[in-house]
Structure formats: structure tokens, C-alpha cells
């Protein structure tokens, strides 16, 4: 093993050790998502099982740390307690999205226990209504209308349905799909979606917008032979094309359109706002059979993505509020994790050297910024416009210790094996590598 890769799995080993310590029991394990000096008076939050910020968050982490060596007893132990909660509460969850609700109970079966997830999509078969599912996410508090989004939305439910599989995946994906196509609206370049019909401002990257929902039906109608949904996607790609930039051979989109709706940086350069996300829709496209859109070949647009990322000064702390986060969902390991995909996915080519040395300079951010002691490691991010502006170190998948320990482990393996090291693939990007190296999806 060579030091780099030694040193990025150490890293990835102190930082899940220190949240394994945090990981609680209360009617099944619950974690808390950020532990400050009163942590011991913290009670499960009502989102104790999700993907996001939950439970179901430490099974991509098992999975991952199961392509490398054994699971201990203790942790073989969370995995069956996972399981068994979110086995029985997936019967009775009426909440059906990706990284709070039902989809997101089955992304962390299938990771654990193959079979398993079967509950969580038939219960959201049960669900399904003709517009989609309602939600019980207080986005907009006077309406419990559908949402299209990856995160809590038809998109993200979708996305899982075609990874997952199974005897309830097609009706699923058929049923998110139509009900995305009923609520496009027309543009003078293509299609568009905002998190709901009734947003008036729009998030139009991956995780929230054009991007990724226009990714779902891709993908969707590539398993299902829908050439509308494809159609649908391309007209999506058109809509987020019109509104971003092809500057300096480069791709980005705004974080939110019109800026002034959200005090954020315009440009940003995430997994959820950014051209790391929004890379994936054009490996999606690729993976439909789509070769060209808007005059620009797919995989020429995620190239020029990359190229963003690359050279966007991520993840130097610029200024205030340029990158304060070294999260999977806003941060460096997110970035990281989608430049090693795409690695994988060039692999043999310079670009493929030039997104792995992407990728390392994400974890040396990482493996610098951490805290370290004898507890473990950890990551604290920051908010600029706080009085006090570091932030308690997190816990879960998507905003702490746990998203970034499987992409430092996943990144020592690269180093290790190459680019063909198994990839513990997920609802949102199992299309981005290549099929012989995906070790969980349908």
C-alpha cells in the first residue's frame, strides 16, 4: 500500500470510529447529526432513519468499508439493527422520498440486505397516486402537493426504483416518470421543473432542479423503453443549457435563478448546485443512447463539467462563503467522489490522470482540515454569516464524518487496485461508472 492511500484509509477508518461512538439505541439504532457540548441531552430527530442525516446513511459507509476488510462484530451488529428498524418502520412510512422517506429505506437494504428493500418499494407501490407521492416534508407548509426533486421528490424515488429493481421497479419508475412529464414546464429552449409546480424561483443543478430530474427520466426511460421520458430529459438538458455558462471550456449553471431569492454565492461548484451534480446528467443522456444536445455531445458537456470543477479554485476557502463545507452534499468529498466516477469511467485516457489527481487534491484538503485525537476524526464546517462561524462537527451521510470516511476508503482502494475497483454504487449516480464495476444496483 502506498503512504498516500495508507494515510486516506486511516483517515476514513479514525473518522467512522468516531461516529460508530455516537451511534445510540432508542427502540433501534439513531444517531445525532451533530454532537456539540450538550450532545448527551440529544433525543432521536423525527428524520432518525433517513439517508440523508440518519441511519440509513451508515449503510453506504458499511458497504463501503465491506470492499475492504471484514466487518467487525459491532458492526456487523448496526448493520442487522438497521435492518431490522427500518424493515419494520418501512410498513407503516408514508414519507416516499430519496433522503427522508421510503426510497431511502430501500437504497440502505439493498446495501445491506439484499431482498430486504422489497418492503420499502412495495409500500411505495401502495403510495403511488396518479401525480406522484405525496409528501410529508414541510417545504411548502400549506401544500402536501408532490414534489419532483432528487432529494425529496418523484426524481429521487424514480432513480431508486431503476437501481433497485425487483417486481415493483417498473410501476414505480412508470408512475414518477409520467407524473414528472405532467408538470414540465415549457420553455423557449426546452423543459424545466422546480422543486414543486408552485416554486417560483428555481435550483436548477442536480439536486433540486432541471438537472437531476431530467437525469431520473433518463435513466427511467432507458430500463422502461420510454423514448418520451428520453425525450423529456433531452428537453430538460436544452432548458439547462440556456441558462448556464460554456466559459473557458467549462460548464456551470446558477445556483438559484433569480440570485437574489437565496443569499449564496451564484456560482457554486457542488454535488447538490453545481457541475459536480450536474455532470450526471450527461452521463445519464450517454447512458439513454443520447450522443448530441444543443450542438455539444454529452460527454463533451461532462468534460466541461469536470473542467469547471477543476479549475474553479475548489477547495480553497477562497472568500466567505465560497467553500465552507467538506461535506458529500455541499462540500469537498462530494466533488471528490464524482471526479473518481468519472475516473473510472475514462479510464486509460489523460483526462482520467487529471480527474484522479482531482480527486486527491480533494481528499489533502480532507485529510488537512480534519480534527484528530484519541476519539477519532472529524470535520467542523462553517456558516460566515453565524456570530461564531464553525460549526459542530457532523455525523451522517451527506453533511459530516460519515460521507466523507466511505470516500477516503473508496479513494485508498482506487489508489490500491486501479480503475477498476469495485464501486459501491447508489440511486443518484450508479450510471456515472461503468456496469463491470458496480458492485450493488440492478
Known sequence: MTSEAYEYRQLG??????????????????????????????????????????????????????????????????????????????????????????????????????GEESIALRRLDDLATPDGWRTTVDFEPDSDAPLNDIIMGSAGVVMTAVWAGGEFADAIATTGGEALLRVAERTEAGLDWGISPSTPWRAPNYSHGTAGVAAALAVAGASLGRADFVEAAVEGAR???S??????????????????????????????????????????????????????????LRRRCMTSLLTSGVPERLRPGFWDNDGRCCGTAGVGDVLLDAAQDWAGTELSETLLRGARTMADALVERAIRDESGARWRFLEYRDDEPLLPPGTAWMQGASGIAAYLLRLARFIETGPKSPVVDRPDQWWAVPADVRVTGS
Open 13 to 114: 477508518e479514525a473518522a467512522w470510529s468516531w461516529v460508530l461512538d455516537h451511534v445510540r439505541e432508542d427502540e433501534g439504532p439513531w444517531l445525532p447529526e451533530r454532537l456539540s457540548g450538550g450532545e448527551q441531552d440529544v433525543t432521536p430527530a423525527k428524520d432518525r432513519d433517513s439517508l440523508y442525516s440518519g441511519i440509513a446513511g451508515l449503510a453506504p459507509v458499511l458497504a463501503e468499508i465491506a470492499q475492504h476488510r471484514e466487518l467487525s462484530e459491532r458492526e456487523r451488529a448496526l448493520a442487522d439493527g438497521i435492518v431490522t428498524r427500518l424493515s419494520a418502520e418501512a410498513k407503516g412510512r408514508v414519507e416516499p422520498s430519496l433522503y427522508d422517506g421510503l426510497a431511502g429505506d430501500a437504497t440502505a437494504l439493498k446495501l445491506l440486505a439484499p
Open 243 to 300: 441558462v448556464g455558462l460554456l466559459d473557458d471550456d467549462g460548464f456551470v449553471v446558477p445556483h438559484t435563478i433569480p440570485p437574489s431569492k437565496r443569499e449564496v454565492e451564484p456560482l457554486t461548484y457542488t454535488w447538490c448546485h453545481g457541475p459536480a451534480g450536474t455532470s450526471h446528467l450527461f452521463s445519464a443522456l450517454s447512458y439513454a443512447g443520447v450522443t448530441e444536445v444543443g450542438g455539444f455531445r454529452v460527454d463533451e
Open 239 to 241: 432548458h439547462v443549457l
